[in-house]
């Protein structure tokens, strides 16, 4: 296998371009369009060679203007490289308009300038989007397809009158020609960069708003805006919210959101035309907690991305985290300032801290700051690094620096950079005048440095002898590999539990020590807000959890220690007999969000142990602690809140994977007569219809997966075919997964249900189908020519897969997996991610043994 990062080769940076004058002409019925493309260039040293990026595009024409002059020009183009290299004939310095005339394909992939289809009446329609982050404009035109080129854009289509068109900037004139035909030009953009320009045409119909003097749209296909509604408001809500904390106007003239019928990701920042998935922007009031919190936090991502990423860009994508970090640490401010009923203040350390913690205690792991070059190792790094861990961290530098200082820092970087691009460094400067600004007297690049630059995170080992604690650090490995020697400056928080007041302490050094608990019970990382994990010694450890079963600590450090003692136990740092002992004893009765990470644990460690049926003694303290939870989160319940609600679905559905009898049987009854049962209760009564069924329900369930038109019911329908203890059932609902009557979009979901992998922000609670795991690897291995056709190379659906074998803990598969991959070298996008797989499958095996499971 060639190496990409040995051959990928930058673009030259004296060849920047400063205006792009693009037409795009698309044929619905090749799914082909044509492209006429001017590209205004300054050369700042003499050259006789302009290269671009170009995939998959046929240039016809090519020539340059230079002092009104015209020259013919050659060019090569290098497939490999996804460039295209044009000789001019003589060497020039200066401003030239390169003028390219090309041919492309709307391809069925979901990347460049694509197809998506979708049924109106009874008919097969289509709709052409983009998706070009992080280097796919190069499959729309040709173009220089780095972050750090920003240009203007002029962008108009000629396409049918009957059609609309979306683009970044409001439209500029609209044109009737011959044969039905218009010529559609938008306004010339601000300075952006390459990825965030978007590509729309189709049948849209609207709902329409404004926030202050902004324009707001939200565009779905015909006979879906009424599940648009909701998304609106939330716009107005949001933008208001980072408008007030930026102090900075949004600059561009519109703002559309654009429910995509399919769509790789969640959604695309694209400045000024946002693209979403349409189960990340359609809700109504009536839609479950989940669904709605999925959806704000989704929106308040992609606005926050306008400025952050949009008007400032990182650099190059090494840096990612500048744009996805930020739009994640600030998603979650938003939705808390302005719909506080969601409980995302819970939510960010079920989403994202926790998620940070457990992939960043592999050693397969990586800086948040990573080097990458080519195209499929940038794909490689959309992942928890540098979205859930870089805004965890961020969470974290904000408390150490006081929520205003940091703000100020935020703005004054915003400031300094706006258009333009950045690097770590410059935050860092900013943040640290800010603080110096303020008079604070604190080291932001020092203590930011190992967060940002090194893979990893530390683990505080406390060990208290009367009133003196000893502090010591060291890197947290889930394998307990003892041979790392890293350290990092760490913001101490601590409180002595029932005393008000808070306690600093920056550690620094290896050891240091604590001298003022004066004898009391006291909690490192109070509120949770520091990336590390905390093994106390057995007094203090049980100290707190007494102080937990009287009910002193709140739900965010309830959730702490129990997330640390949970990843001790799959680490072997304490025994899961312990582990249980102390849930028996004290953890009992932990509020949210403690009590659902708690039940996530042992539904986890369930599956670990699960061969052809379920491990008794994990069934035994499951059935427990569901018991108590159900005297009062049961169907009868009415949630206070949307956590509540979050809360009662995990236990239910739990209920129902143990196959208790009486949430069977009342799922059953509430399955007779589906469409009466409130969209907050349908995910749990599919489940156990699934968990306790055969081929009967899966055939239901399918049925009313092809019939439904609802998104959010969909998705919970889809879900539901992943969960099947029948070996026979779930071969079928895999193949299933592939057929006609699944997106693409949606592919990943019934093997990722089946191997209790789903996002969390899917649902909101760990699930999966413990019988399912051993079906899925086989699947895949059987699939494989499949899959690589399927799947474009960058795919992130590859990447999906292999996530898929994280829970498996059988060493005969993992035997098969090694030898799979001896035969089919992973490629760079899943090279990462099988390595992660196969580190957590030896780490699932050792626990397994270590715990006579």
Not at 516 to 531: A, T
Request: proline share 3%; charged share 25%; aromatic share 12%.
């Amino acid at each position: 296998m060639i190496n990409m990062v040995d051959i990928y080769k930058r673009l030259d940076e004296n060849i920047t371009p400063l205006n792009y004058n693009l037409i795009f002409k698309p044929d619905f019925k090749t799914f082909t369009f044509l492209g006429d493309e001017q590209i205004s260039i300054n050369l700042s040293d003499k050259t006789d060679k302009i290269r671009l990026n170009s995939k998959e595009i046929e240039i016809t024409k090519a020539l340059l203007i230079k002092d009104n002059k015209e020259f013919k020009v050659t060019y090569k183009v290098d497939k490999l490289d996804e460039t295209v290299t044009f000789k001019l004939p003589k060497k020039m310095i200066g401003l030239v308009k390169l003028v390219l005339n090309f041919k492309g394909k709307n391809n069925d992939q979901m990347y460049g300038f694509y197809k998506s289809s979708y049924t109106e009446k009874g008919k097969e329609k289509y709709l052409l989007s983009s998706q070009f982050e992080p280097s796919d404009a190069r499959a729309a035109f040709p173009c220089f397809d780095e972050p750090n080129f920003k240009a203007t854009f002029d962008i108009s289509f000629i396409i049918n009158q009957s059609l609309e068109a979306v683009s970044n900037m409001p439209i500029k004139s609209s044109i009737k020609r011959s044969k039905g035909m218009k010529l559609v030009t938008f306004k010339t953009t601000p300075l952006m960069s390459t990825y965030l320009v978007y590509l729309g045409v189709g049948d849209f119909e609207s709902v329409s708003g404004k926030v202050g003097n902004l324009p707001l749209r939200v565009l779905t296909i015909p006979g879906k805006k009424a599940y648009a509604k909701l998304a609106l408001e939330y716009t107005k809500k949001f933008m208001s919210f980072y408008f007030k904390y930026f102090n900075i106007d949004y600059p561009l003239p519109k703002m559309d959101l654009i429910a995509v019928p399919d769509f790789s990701a969640g959604a695309m920042e694209n400045w000024g035309a946002i693209t979403f998935r349409d189960t990340a922007i359609f809700a109504t009031n009536k839609s479950s907690s989940i669904t709605k919190e999925r959806v704000s936090i989704t929106i308040a991502h992609e606005l926050a991305h306008q400025w952050f990423g949009d008007l400032v860009t990182m650099k190059w994508w090494d840096d990612l985290w500048l744009n996805e970090s930020f739009a994640t640490f600030m998603s979650y401010k938003a939705v808390d300032a302005t719909l506080p009923d969601i409980g995302v203040k819970y939510q960010f350390y079920e989403n994202e801290i926790k998620d940070a913690l457990f992939y960043d205690q592999l050693k397969n792991t990586h800086p948040i700051s990573v080097k990458v070059e080519s195209p499929a190792k940038i794909n490689s790094i959309f992942d928890v690094i540098s979205y859930e861990k870089g805004s965890s961290v961020l969470s974290m530098i904000e408390d150490y620096l006081g929520a205003e200082t940091f703000r100020q820092g935020l703005i004054e970087y915003i400031n300094s950079h706006i258009y333009s691009n950045t690097t770590k460094e410059d935050l860092w400067y900013s943040l640290d005048k800010a603080a110096k600004d303020r008079h604070i007297n604190s080291d932001v690049k020092g203590m930011i440095k190992n967060w940002i630059t090194k893979g990893g995170y530390p683990l505080v080992m406390v060990s208290k002898n009367k009133n003196l604690v000893k502090l010591e650090q060291k890197r947290f490995l889930l394998d307990n590999d003892k041979s790392t020697n890293i350290k990092w400056d760490i913001p101490i928080r601590y409180n002595l539990i029932g005393d008000k007041s808070i306690k600093y302490k920056m550690l620094k050094d290896r050891v240091d020590k604590i001298e003022d608990v004066k004898g009391k019970p006291f909690k490192l990382n109070y509120q949770q807000k520091g990336i590390y994990r905390v093994m106390y010694d057995k007094p203090s450890l049980e100290a707190i959890c007494e102080e937990i079963k009287s009910g002193k600590l709140n739900g965010i450090d309830e959730w702490g220690i129990v997330n640390d003692l949970y990843n001790f136990v799959r680490s072997g740092n304490i025994t899961l007999d312990y582990y249980f002992e102390l849930i028996k004893k004290y953890l009992y009765n932990v509020s949210y969000p403690a009590n659902n990470l708690l039940l996530d644990s042992l539904n986890v460690i369930n599956t670990l142990a699960y061969k052809d049926k379920g491990n008794k003694k994990i069934e035994e303290i499951m059935l427990w602690y569901l018991e108590k939870q159900y005297k009062k989160y049961n169907w009868d319940f009415v949630p206070k809140n949307d956590t509540d609600d979050i809360f009662r679905l995990n236990v239910l559905y739990n209920l129902g994977l143990l196959g208790y009898k009486p949430i069977v049987k009342k799922a059953r009854d509430l399955f007779k007569n589906i469409k009466s049962v409130s969209p907050t209760l349908t995910s749990a009564v599919y489940s156990i219809i699934a968990l306790n069924g055969g081929e009967t329900e899966f055939k239901q369930l399918m049925e009313l997966y092809k019939k439904e038109t609802v998104q959010e019911e969909s998705l919970k329908l889809l879900i539901s075919l992943g969960l099947f203890k029948n070996e026979k059932i779930d071969k079928e609902a895999l193949d299933f997964s592939f057929s006609k009557y699944v997106k693409l979009q949606n592919s990943y979901v019934i093997p990722s249900i089946m191997s209790g992998n789903i996002a969390s922000n899917t649902v909101k609670h760990f699930i999966g189908n413990p019988y399912g795991k051993k079906v899925v690897w086989e699947w895949i291995k059987d699939n494989w020519s499949k899959i690589e056709k399927v799947y474009s190379p960058n795919s992130s659906f590859r990447t999906s897969l292999f996530k898929n074998l994280e829970l498996v803990s059988d060493p005969v598969i993992l035997k098969d997996v090694e030898d799979f991959f001896r035969v089919n070298k992973p490629s760079e996008v899943i090279a990462l991610q099988v390595a992660k797989s196969m580190e957590l499958m030896r780490i699932n095996i050792n626990f397994i043994k270590r715990n006579k499971l």
